[in-house]
Protein backbone atom coordinates (compact mmCIF):
# COMPACT_ATOMS: atom_id res chain seq x y z
CA UNK A 1 0.00 0.00 0.00
CA UNK A 2 1.29 3.38 -0.88
CA UNK A 3 1.71 5.01 2.31
CA UNK A 4 2.35 8.58 1.17
CA UNK A 5 6.17 8.62 0.57
CA UNK A 6 6.26 8.38 -2.94
CA UNK A 7 4.09 11.47 -3.07
CA UNK A 8 6.17 13.76 -0.99
CA UNK A 9 9.58 12.52 -3.51
CA UNK A 10 11.28 14.95 -5.67
CA UNK A 11 12.55 14.39 -8.90
CA UNK A 12 15.68 13.48 -8.01
CA UNK A 13 14.75 11.28 -4.89
CA UNK A 14 12.35 9.56 -7.45
CA UNK A 15 14.89 8.73 -10.02
CA UNK A 16 17.39 7.24 -6.95
CA UNK A 17 14.32 4.70 -6.15
CA UNK A 18 13.75 3.88 -9.33
CA UNK A 19 17.70 3.16 -9.77
CA UNK A 20 17.50 1.68 -6.17
CA UNK A 21 14.68 -0.54 -7.34
CA UNK A 22 16.06 -1.82 -10.75
CA UNK A 23 18.75 -3.03 -8.62
CA UNK A 24 16.75 -4.92 -6.67
CA UNK A 25 14.60 -6.81 -9.41
CA UNK A 26 17.41 -7.54 -11.38
CA UNK A 27 19.87 -8.38 -8.91
CA UNK A 28 22.56 -6.02 -10.10
CA UNK A 29 24.71 -3.31 -8.50
CA UNK A 30 22.98 0.49 -8.44
CA UNK A 31 22.87 1.03 -12.62
CA UNK A 32 23.87 4.39 -13.28
CA UNK A 33 20.26 6.16 -15.34
CA UNK A 34 20.64 8.03 -17.88
CA UNK A 35 17.71 10.57 -19.18
CA UNK A 36 15.89 9.43 -22.66
CA UNK A 37 13.38 12.08 -23.13
CA UNK A 38 9.93 13.99 -20.80
CA UNK A 39 6.78 14.63 -22.64
CA UNK A 40 4.21 16.70 -21.68
CA UNK A 41 2.93 13.98 -18.85
CA UNK A 42 4.72 12.85 -15.46
CA UNK A 43 6.51 10.42 -16.87
CA UNK A 44 9.96 10.43 -17.45
CA UNK A 45 12.38 7.49 -19.12
CA UNK A 46 15.68 6.58 -18.64
CA UNK A 47 17.93 4.40 -20.17
CA UNK A 48 20.94 1.52 -18.50
CA UNK A 49 22.93 -0.80 -19.34
CA UNK A 50 22.04 -4.56 -18.56
CA UNK A 51 23.56 -8.14 -19.90
CA UNK A 52 25.15 -6.38 -22.51
CA UNK A 53 21.98 -4.64 -23.72
CA UNK A 54 20.34 -1.28 -22.56
CA UNK A 55 17.07 -1.25 -20.86
CA UNK A 56 14.21 1.60 -20.61
CA UNK A 57 13.07 2.74 -16.96
CA UNK A 58 9.91 4.72 -17.02
CA UNK A 59 9.32 6.43 -14.23
CA UNK A 60 5.32 7.70 -13.70
CA UNK A 61 4.74 8.67 -10.12
CA UNK A 62 1.36 7.16 -9.07
CA UNK A 63 0.00 9.99 -7.15
CA UNK A 64 0.34 11.67 -10.83
CA UNK A 65 0.01 8.95 -13.53
CA UNK A 66 -1.95 5.63 -13.36
CA UNK A 67 0.16 2.58 -15.18
CA UNK A 68 -2.05 -0.36 -15.24
CA UNK A 69 -3.52 0.98 -18.69
CA UNK A 70 0.22 1.14 -20.02
CA UNK A 71 0.54 -2.57 -18.80
CA UNK A 72 -3.01 -3.45 -19.97
CA UNK A 73 -2.59 -2.10 -23.66
CA UNK A 74 0.84 -3.73 -24.11
CA UNK A 75 -0.45 -6.73 -23.26
CA UNK A 76 -3.36 -6.04 -26.00
CA UNK A 77 -0.92 -4.66 -28.74
CA UNK A 78 1.05 -7.60 -28.04
CA UNK A 79 -1.56 -10.07 -28.34
CA UNK A 80 -2.25 -8.72 -31.87
CA UNK A 81 1.09 -9.17 -33.27
CA UNK A 82 2.06 -5.64 -33.02
CA UNK A 83 5.41 -4.00 -32.30
CA UNK A 84 5.07 -3.06 -28.90
CA UNK A 85 7.83 -2.78 -25.76
CA UNK A 86 7.98 -6.06 -23.74
CA UNK A 87 7.61 -5.13 -20.27
CA UNK A 88 10.39 -7.04 -18.21
CA UNK A 89 9.09 -5.84 -14.40
CA UNK A 90 6.56 -3.55 -13.38
CA UNK A 91 5.14 -2.16 -10.55
CA UNK A 92 2.18 -0.52 -10.27
CA UNK A 93 2.57 0.57 -6.78
CA UNK A 94 5.64 2.27 -7.28
CA UNK A 95 5.26 3.50 -10.43
CA UNK A 96 8.15 2.10 -11.98
CA UNK A 97 8.73 0.12 -14.85
CA UNK A 98 11.51 -2.19 -17.20
CA UNK A 99 10.80 -1.87 -20.47
CA UNK A 100 12.60 -3.36 -24.07
CA UNK A 101 14.72 -0.74 -25.12
CA UNK A 102 13.69 0.35 -29.27
CA UNK A 103 16.30 2.70 -29.53
CA UNK A 104 16.28 6.44 -30.37
CA UNK A 105 15.55 6.41 -34.49
CA UNK A 106 11.85 8.00 -34.25
CA UNK A 107 10.05 8.01 -37.81
CA UNK A 108 9.64 12.25 -37.09
CA UNK A 109 13.36 11.88 -38.31
CA UNK A 110 12.90 9.05 -41.27
CA UNK A 111 9.80 10.84 -42.94
CA UNK A 112 10.46 13.30 -45.34
CA UNK A 113 8.88 13.93 -49.13
CA UNK A 114 11.32 11.49 -50.31
CA UNK A 115 10.86 8.33 -47.72
CA UNK A 116 7.14 8.78 -47.41
CA UNK A 117 6.19 6.57 -50.55
CA UNK A 118 8.44 3.77 -48.79
CA UNK A 119 7.32 4.17 -44.92
CA UNK A 120 4.08 4.70 -44.81
CA UNK A 121 2.45 1.56 -46.25
CA UNK A 122 3.48 -0.26 -43.01
CA UNK A 123 2.40 2.44 -40.89
CA UNK A 124 -1.24 2.07 -42.09
CA UNK A 125 -0.89 -2.09 -41.95
CA UNK A 126 0.31 -0.65 -38.54
CA UNK A 127 -3.41 1.32 -38.18
CA UNK A 128 -4.76 -1.98 -39.83
CA UNK A 129 -4.11 -3.95 -37.65
CA UNK A 130 -4.91 -1.80 -34.58
CA UNK A 131 -8.54 -1.40 -35.81
CA UNK A 132 -9.12 -5.18 -36.82
CA UNK A 133 -7.09 -7.31 -34.50
CA UNK A 134 -6.55 -5.12 -30.91
CA UNK A 135 -9.41 -6.37 -28.44
CA UNK A 136 -11.59 -4.05 -27.05
CA UNK A 137 -13.49 -5.32 -24.72
CA UNK A 138 -13.30 -3.24 -21.49
CA UNK A 139 -11.54 -0.42 -22.92
CA UNK A 140 -13.39 2.72 -22.23
CA UNK A 141 -15.07 4.73 -25.18
CA UNK A 142 -14.56 7.53 -26.74
CA UNK A 143 -17.94 9.09 -25.44
CA UNK A 144 -19.28 12.11 -26.84
CA UNK A 145 -19.00 13.74 -23.27
CA UNK A 146 -14.66 12.92 -24.05
CA UNK A 147 -15.38 14.52 -27.40
CA UNK A 148 -16.75 17.97 -25.97
CA UNK A 149 -14.65 18.24 -23.11
CA UNK A 150 -11.54 18.03 -25.19
CA UNK A 151 -13.17 20.83 -28.04
CA UNK A 152 -13.87 23.06 -25.11
CA UNK A 153 -9.88 22.99 -24.31
CA UNK A 154 -9.95 24.93 -27.45
CA UNK A 155 -12.28 27.65 -26.57
CA UNK A 156 -11.25 27.58 -22.95
CA UNK A 157 -7.12 27.78 -22.94
CA UNK A 158 -6.67 29.01 -26.75
CA UNK A 159 -9.50 31.63 -27.15
CA UNK A 160 -10.04 32.56 -23.67
CA UNK A 161 -6.89 31.91 -21.67
CA UNK A 162 -4.22 32.23 -24.44
CA UNK A 163 -5.65 34.62 -26.40
CA UNK A 164 -7.92 36.36 -24.43
CA UNK A 165 -10.43 36.86 -26.61
CA UNK A 166 -14.24 35.23 -25.44
CA UNK A 167 -16.66 34.14 -27.84
CA UNK A 168 -20.07 36.42 -27.94
CA UNK A 169 -23.25 34.93 -28.04
CA UNK A 170 -23.64 34.30 -32.08
CA UNK A 171 -20.06 32.81 -31.90
CA UNK A 172 -21.08 30.30 -29.25
CA UNK A 173 -24.18 29.62 -30.62
CA UNK A 174 -21.81 28.74 -34.05
CA UNK A 175 -19.57 26.74 -31.63
CA UNK A 176 -22.08 24.98 -30.15
CA UNK A 177 -22.83 23.70 -34.10
CA UNK A 178 -19.37 22.76 -34.97
CA UNK A 179 -18.89 20.73 -31.41
CA UNK A 180 -22.00 18.85 -32.63
CA UNK A 181 -20.63 18.34 -35.98
CA UNK A 182 -18.06 16.88 -35.19
CA UNK A 183 -18.97 14.78 -32.52
CA UNK A 184 -21.96 13.26 -34.40
CA UNK A 185 -19.45 12.69 -37.43
CA UNK A 186 -16.85 11.01 -35.33
CA UNK A 187 -19.85 8.71 -33.17
CA UNK A 188 -21.02 7.62 -36.49
CA UNK A 189 -17.97 5.82 -37.74
CA UNK A 190 -17.17 2.32 -36.92
CA UNK A 191 -15.55 2.09 -33.74
CA UNK A 192 -12.07 0.39 -33.16
CA UNK A 193 -9.26 0.44 -30.72
CA UNK A 194 -7.62 3.79 -31.01
CA UNK A 195 -3.84 4.74 -29.81
CA UNK A 196 -5.07 8.20 -29.23
CA UNK A 197 -1.30 9.50 -30.15
CA UNK A 198 -0.22 7.82 -33.05
CA UNK A 199 2.72 10.06 -34.79
CA UNK A 200 5.44 10.20 -36.14
CA UNK A 201 7.08 10.94 -32.14
CA UNK A 202 5.56 7.79 -31.10
CA UNK A 203 6.97 5.80 -33.53
CA UNK A 204 10.54 3.97 -34.07
CA UNK A 205 12.22 2.22 -36.46
CA UNK A 206 13.11 -1.28 -35.26
CA UNK A 207 14.69 -4.47 -36.73
CA UNK A 208 10.86 -5.72 -36.58
CA UNK A 209 9.13 -3.22 -38.01
CA UNK A 210 7.57 0.08 -36.54
CA UNK A 211 7.71 0.17 -32.62
CA UNK A 212 4.37 1.62 -31.07
CA UNK A 213 4.77 3.61 -27.74
CA UNK A 214 2.97 6.10 -25.63
CA UNK A 215 -0.14 4.15 -26.59
CA UNK A 216 -1.51 4.02 -22.53
CA UNK A 217 -4.07 6.43 -23.52
CA UNK A 218 -5.65 4.17 -26.07
CA UNK A 219 -9.58 3.22 -26.17
CA UNK A 220 -12.79 2.26 -28.20
CA UNK A 221 -12.98 5.60 -30.68
CA UNK A 222 -13.53 6.09 -34.33
CA UNK A 223 -11.85 4.27 -37.32
CA UNK A 224 -10.35 7.59 -38.65
CA UNK A 225 -8.58 9.06 -35.41
CA UNK A 226 -5.37 7.38 -35.81
CA UNK A 227 -4.75 7.78 -39.42
CA UNK A 228 -5.78 11.84 -38.48
CA UNK A 229 -3.10 11.54 -35.83
CA UNK A 230 -0.47 10.12 -38.60
CA UNK A 231 -0.88 12.61 -41.31
CA UNK A 232 -1.51 15.87 -39.64
CA UNK A 233 1.67 15.68 -38.62
CA UNK A 234 3.55 18.01 -35.97
CA UNK A 235 6.59 18.49 -37.93
CA UNK A 236 5.75 18.23 -41.86
CA UNK A 237 2.52 19.61 -43.65
CA UNK A 238 1.62 17.44 -46.72
CA UNK A 239 -0.02 18.91 -49.53
CA UNK A 240 -3.66 18.20 -49.88
CA UNK A 241 -3.24 16.25 -52.78
CA UNK A 242 -1.45 13.86 -51.06
CA UNK A 243 -3.37 14.10 -47.85
CA UNK A 244 -6.20 12.58 -50.08
CA UNK A 245 -4.01 10.13 -52.02
CA UNK A 246 -2.82 8.85 -48.12
CA UNK A 247 -6.99 8.70 -47.04
CA UNK A 248 -8.03 6.99 -49.80
CA UNK A 249 -5.37 3.87 -49.44
CA UNK A 250 -6.23 3.66 -45.87
CA UNK A 251 -9.68 3.61 -47.11
CA UNK A 252 -9.20 0.08 -48.57
CA UNK A 253 -7.41 -1.19 -45.65
CA UNK A 254 -9.25 0.26 -42.76
CA UNK A 255 -12.60 -1.61 -41.84
CA UNK A 256 -14.57 1.43 -43.55
CA UNK A 257 -18.34 1.62 -44.34
CA UNK A 258 -18.61 4.20 -46.57
CA UNK A 259 -17.43 5.60 -49.61
CA UNK A 260 -14.13 7.37 -50.63
CA UNK A 261 -16.14 10.78 -50.58
CA UNK A 262 -17.71 9.81 -47.29
CA UNK A 263 -14.71 8.57 -45.79
CA UNK A 264 -12.25 11.96 -47.09
CA UNK A 265 -15.04 14.08 -45.11
CA UNK A 266 -15.01 11.89 -42.13
CA UNK A 267 -11.12 12.03 -41.73
CA UNK A 268 -11.20 15.86 -42.26
CA UNK A 269 -13.73 16.44 -39.41
CA UNK A 270 -12.12 14.22 -37.08
CA UNK A 271 -8.35 16.07 -37.85
CA UNK A 272 -10.50 19.32 -37.02
CA UNK A 273 -11.81 17.80 -33.55
CA UNK A 274 -7.99 16.39 -32.77
CA UNK A 275 -6.36 19.49 -33.71
CA UNK A 276 -8.68 22.18 -32.02
CA UNK A 277 -8.38 19.99 -28.99
CA UNK A 278 -4.05 19.75 -29.52
CA UNK A 279 -4.07 23.88 -30.17
CA UNK A 280 -6.24 24.14 -26.61
CA UNK A 281 -3.44 21.48 -24.79
CA UNK A 282 -0.84 23.45 -25.97
CA UNK A 283 -2.41 26.41 -24.42
CA UNK A 284 -3.42 24.70 -21.43
CA UNK A 285 0.27 23.75 -21.09
CA UNK A 286 1.74 27.30 -21.15
CA UNK A 287 -0.69 28.64 -18.92
CA UNK A 288 -1.15 26.07 -16.51
CA UNK A 289 2.01 23.87 -16.46
CA UNK A 290 4.35 26.30 -17.17
CA UNK A 291 5.77 24.53 -20.23
CA UNK A 292 6.39 27.28 -22.31
CA UNK A 293 8.01 25.19 -25.71
CA UNK A 294 4.75 23.75 -27.14
CA UNK A 295 2.78 26.80 -27.76
CA UNK A 296 5.77 27.20 -30.36
CA UNK A 297 3.40 24.26 -31.80
CA UNK A 298 0.37 25.96 -32.13
CA UNK A 299 0.89 27.75 -35.61
CA UNK A 300 0.83 24.54 -37.41
CA UNK A 301 -2.20 23.04 -35.90
CA UNK A 302 -4.17 26.27 -36.23
CA UNK A 303 -3.13 26.28 -39.91
CA UNK A 304 -4.50 22.79 -40.07
CA UNK A 305 -7.81 24.54 -39.44
CA UNK A 306 -7.27 27.16 -41.50
CA UNK A 307 -6.84 24.51 -44.22
CA UNK A 308 -9.57 22.47 -43.39
CA UNK A 309 -12.61 24.64 -42.67
CA UNK A 310 -13.12 26.13 -46.45
CA UNK A 311 -13.45 23.10 -47.83
CA UNK A 312 -16.83 22.42 -46.26
CA UNK A 313 -19.67 25.10 -46.21
CA UNK A 314 -20.87 24.27 -43.07
CA UNK A 315 -17.85 25.86 -41.53
CA UNK A 316 -17.96 28.65 -43.50
CA UNK A 317 -19.21 30.61 -40.01
CA UNK A 318 -16.61 29.32 -37.93
CA UNK A 319 -13.75 29.44 -40.15
CA UNK A 320 -14.16 33.30 -39.85
CA UNK A 321 -14.04 33.17 -36.03
CA UNK A 322 -11.12 31.49 -36.93
CA UNK A 323 -9.39 33.98 -39.23
CA UNK A 324 -10.64 36.78 -36.51
CA UNK A 325 -8.88 35.09 -33.58
CA UNK A 326 -5.54 34.74 -34.97
CA UNK A 327 -5.20 38.27 -35.36
CA UNK A 328 -6.22 39.06 -32.05
CA UNK A 329 -3.53 40.83 -29.46
Known sequence: ??????????????????ADWAARVLGIDVPELQPVSGDASFRRYFRFFFEGRTVILMDAPPEKEDSSPFVDIDLRLASAGLNVPSILHFD????????????DTLYRELINEASAGRLFPALFEVLA????QVDTHGLP????????AELDLFRSWYLETHRQRPMNANEISCWESVCELLIDSAKAQPQVF??????SCNLLQTESGPGIIDFQDGLRGPVSYDLTSLLWDRYIAWPRETLEDWMKTAHGLL???????DWIRACDWMSLQRNLKIVGIFARLKHRDGKQGYVEMIP????YLLDVTPLYPEFDQFRKLLEQAECAP
Do not use: C, I
Not at 255 to 261: A, G, I, L, Y
Not at 300 to 303: E, V
Open 1 to 18: MNDGKEAQMTPDNRKRAA
Open 92 to 103: LEKGFGLLEDFG
Open 129 to 132: TMAR
Open 141 to 148: DYSSDALA
Open 194 to 199: VHKDFH
Open 255 to 261: PVDSNET
Open 300 to 303: RFYQ
